[in-house]
């Protein structure tokens, strides 16, 4: 299973980007896809999650990093394998290497297993 990640790039401070995520392999079914991020001397960090049922946002809190509330908005196509998350209103601490993450299931029997994307690098600034 690979994940490609794409769509990062450079941005000015209130600008918008879309970060594209499409797993590829042997897959049965993903369970959760979500996106991190990890600034430079900084620890990888949950940005956002979504989970399989309806392709529906969690309604907990904990589904997008209280930074990002409001801003970002996490969507997937599971026809297409894909998550996808949208950046707004791009603030200078938002720039990081973007990682998204699936949790593939390979079987109808098996337990799912983590998978991550490469990364793509987002830079706001002016």
């Given at each position: 299973?690979?994940?490609?990640?794409?769509?990062?790039?450079?941005?000015?401070?209130?600008?918008?980007?879309?970060?594209?995520?499409t797993a590829s392999g042997?897959?049965?079914?993903?369970?959760v896809m979500g996106w991190y991020r990890q600034a430079p001397g900084k620890q990888r960090e949950l940005v956002a999650l979504i989970?399989?049922?309806?392709?529906?946002a969690y309604a907990d809190s904990t589904a997008y990093a209280d930074s990002v509330k409001g801003r970002f908005t996490i969507s997937r196509d599971n026809a297409?394998?894909?998550?996808?998350?949208?950046?707004?209103?791009?603030?200078?601490?938002?720039?990081?290497?973007?990682?998204?993450?699936a949790d593939v299931r390979r079987s109808s029997r098996s337990l799912s297993t983590t998978y991550?994307?490469?990364?793509?690098?987002?830079t706001v600034s002016s």
């Open positions: 299973v690979q994940l490609q990640a794409s769509g990062g790039g450079w941005v000015q401070p209130g600008g918008s980007l879309r970060l594209s995520c042997s897959i049965f079914s993903i369970d989970s399989s049922a309806d392709s529906i297409k394998n894909t998550v996808y998350l949208q950046l707004s209103g791009l603030k200078p601490e938002d720039t990081a290497v973007y990682y998204c993450r991550w994307g490469q990364g793509t690098l987002v």
